[in-house]
């Protein structure tokens, strides 16, 4: 009988000493790969491009723009929320595109013109009192004709531009092809 026991305890130690073995192997490979990819898990998953980042305007730019801006008057939400298309917009009006934005007038003539996201303070800032009878609101789309390709810059760019805006003290009025929201 003691014989019987003492085969059955040896089994159990023998079993015992191999699922350590195996656990051990196992734990070892978790924690291995959980090291290896540990950089990966904190910085995360980027393309080359995705890495990017948009050039914004210096703090003191932003401050000086801010300043000057703030002389036209607050956003009247009555007069804004009004329009539904951006042909009835009378404020000033970003297209963000891949390489920046298209700032668009609108005066007794419509004017145009591509800035970088970096000159966006300058831009409104240069504008005449009287291209804002909404007050201080800018509505902002996205190109509806650049490739699928192009979408993350212009996505980031368009984030910049919200971010400037913000820091301007100019309500950002985001269009979408719905209509604004």
């Known amino acids: 009988m003691l014989v019987g026991v003492r085969m059955t305890v040896t089994a159990l130690i023998s079993n015992c000493k191999s699922s350590v073995r195996i656990f051990s192997f196992r734990a070892g490979l978790v924690l291995a790969l959980s090291l290896a990819s540990a ?10 491009s995705a890495g990017t ?14 300043q000057k801006l703030d002389l036209i008057p607050p956003p009247s939400k009555t007069r804004y929320l009004a329009v539904h298309n951006l042909a009835g917009w009378e404020n000033p009006y970003l297209t963000m595109e891949e390489n920046g934005a298209m700032l668009h007038v609108m ?34 789309e996205e190109t509806h004709n650049e490739p699928t390709a192009a979408r993350p810059a212009i996505r980031r760019n368009v984030e910049a531009a919200l971010k400037t805006l913000s820091d301007l003290g100019v309500v950002a009025y985001e269009w979408n092809e719905g209509g604004l929201r």
């Open 39 to 48: 950089p990966l898990l904190l910085t995360g998953c980027k393309s080359a």
């Open 53 to 66: 980042t948009v050039a914004t305007a210096s703090p003191q730019v932003v401050e000086s723009a801010r």
């Open 107 to 140: 005066s007794a003539q419509r004017q145009d013109e591509t800035v970088r996201v970096s000159d966006l303070p300058a831009a409104l800032n240069s504008l005449p009192e009287d291209s804002w009878p909404y007050g201080r609101v800018v509505a902002v």
